[in-house]
């Protein structure tokens, strides 16, 4: 609550990998802690949120114990999307320790905060068309390489939770929308 | 909920057509009941889901009567989306009657019964190309033959339904998203 | 859709009991066929709402076979509640085939239906302080005698849905509102 | 957007009485426009939310109208309740015009304003016991006078929207909570 | 309540142009009042709905005052969608004073009220591909001429809101469907 | 995901006192990590419910360090409620990692899960009715010692977050229900 300068970071960790690994790192460098909030909580079993919140979480947790960062300057912090965009950033707030700077590359995500007066600190681009979420969840369909994209835990996390499988299965369901059925 | 060993089969029934009649009448031949889940039961008025739970119920229960399936042997159990595919499993069979084998082709919805670990059954391609709700829909639209795919009833209720003006209208809007204004 | 008279009525059916049997008689008196609304569908493990849907359904089925009411003639629908007590009717509508009269004797649902210009049906009262869902469920907590308020195959769908030890172990919450933890 | 200060009163207006227009006056003697917000905009039918939020509107616009207060200085805004209190003063500003302070005496309303930072403006006590709209709700239902503590207008409105006997019917309800059926 | 015949007009005004003043113009030479209901109240943020409803309210008011429309006349309703479209008409009607005829030419809103039974008045064409919502939005993020398309106040309100530069920032966003992270 | 034996604790800590501090403790006698769920986290600002998920999620961490409980161990979860019952713990399962034994004593959550087939651990009383978090915000609000209660970091906290001051305001609001206004 007082002197720590926190510093938060978004995103959806569909699944984590090297480029996410980097900013956290880079954050740990500016603040003093780290509040990693894992976005769209509610989403799993879908093309672009294969993962489950659960899932992802224990995925983040090992990368932070395999890079040796102090488990003690990050909190991990799921968060379900909001009906209004309007009111996602209050809802973050509500949800998590305060924080001081914003990490993010999102757009949507940029725009929010700003216009909420919050301060946006830099994030480094990072070889972005190849550690982005999107490109390796591309490959796992399409059984090209993705292993190198994510650090070795992660490979075993995703082989664990039978996440190529499950993206394969997703890959030929014809929904378009939320629809269970 | 002892002895009965019921099959579990989940559609949407936009509308129903004879690939369905194949589906339940092979179901019924495993299992001595069935339990036929309508799907996104919220959803109507789209180009994807014309047609209201209720419509859909009364299409179901039509054909039932028609090809002459005992309704003693029948549930029909609306179930609207849930808000996480992860707890969708969890809500419809907090909806239906206990379950012992679950029939459908549908990737998505097959991969979740999977993981919940679930008996899953085979279901007889019939034609998939023809029987297909969403080739119907299309042709309701297009003005082509839609008629030869489903029974007699369900022409009729169609008709007394308006459901071919209804896809028409909506395939005029320019709607993506479910917004209703 | 057409010809056929129907008649709604409306319930929780926690459990259904000799009261509600009377009426569905009675209406099967008066029209050609019934909807029967489940409503509240989505609860279920509160004092109020011990049973889930699904297994409010088993035991509707299996009261109407063992009365050997003709299953062809009733329609059982669940509704989960609507954020809005005014589109509630609305969303009835949606759920359920068309039908003419309502029979309800609560007096919200009865004011509802009112307001949109259904005509309402009189139920009669059949000893209303004995054959109540709220007494039974308080006999039941309270090891009084409940049984035969409610026919024998209901005593016998409660016990195999431990639906006394249910209720005792939530009469030990002390939980007011519908939070989980 | 600019110049203008902007006053705003939260409210349920069930119905609106003589307290709420001496604020509304009171507010237009310290700001050039005031924002009404009509809150809990999705409850009707309840006993402490009787009216739909159509009617509260229609009873607002004619109050100000048979004040001879300036519409041009008013906007009148229903606001749906949010999931999260912690929430709803961002869904509230995502609703409204820009607004300078906030009057209202519910401690709740308060301590969400209070802790979002804005300036509180100080209402007048006005004989809170009588015009009180739980006080009025009471009254209708045992049918005292309460005509005498809301304007001519709004007995008329009641009167036409049979306000009293839908509270009446209401009140002989048990539900509890906000379960539909 | 009563004689004064009222026009119901939905929109999302993001943001109002001319065609929509032509047709609130119209509707008061058809019309005593007008219900102005701004649809998908809950959006903001997005390349279809970029402005919150506030933005929207401030707007339509500041158009309103700009053409000397009697604000007497008008209601302004913000209205969030509902889950159902078949229960969005009964939504709305909770959310508005009664209204006699409606108008709109959006196909999915025209067909919902014409199954509840509404009259539909008809709206003149007044140069839609030009005097378009979704062609205005291009235009600015295309840096192209969109000025000449609405009113001089909402050229100064789409700027005080930063309307251009939100809407090009979220044009650089790939997020799809209504996650905010 | 695999070796690891893991029990889960479910709560709200509204706040957390020297009880649930005996519970984590004694879990980590039996189990190799403890996975707290932070129940309710959408409600704050209630008399049950005062604090921010954030906060709570602070209070947590900070008994945990003061505490020298292995940071590496532990997993802090927030969940929001679910609006079924029976479809809470699918949802829990779906935000948290695997987990083998459930450690709680409130009645409802104790029966979902046994519901759903998991193992129950048991849970040592420890002055239950002191170290009670209703009992703790009942001091608050009273002006009686609480600060006995928990421990010394959660006295700083709850003073930070002017814990007290908010529980008095709210304790002056007759709502009853969730309505924010």
Known sequence: MAGKKRGLF?????PIHYGHIKVIKKILEEDEEIVIVVGSAQSSHSLDNPFT?????????SVLKEERIDLA???????PDAEMHAVWVAKLIAYCPSFDTVYTNEPLTRRLFEEMGFSL??????????????EIRRRMVEDEDWRSLVPPCIVDLVEAFDGVGRLKALSKSDKRGGSNA
């Open 10 to 14: 978004v995103g959806r960790f569909q």
């Open 53 to 61: 919140v659960g899932e992802r979480i224990v995925m983040l947790r």
């Open 73 to 79: 300057k990050c909190y991990i912090v799921p968060i």
């Open 121 to 134: 600190g830099t994030i480094p681009l990072f070889h972005r068309d190849l550690y982005d979420a999107t």
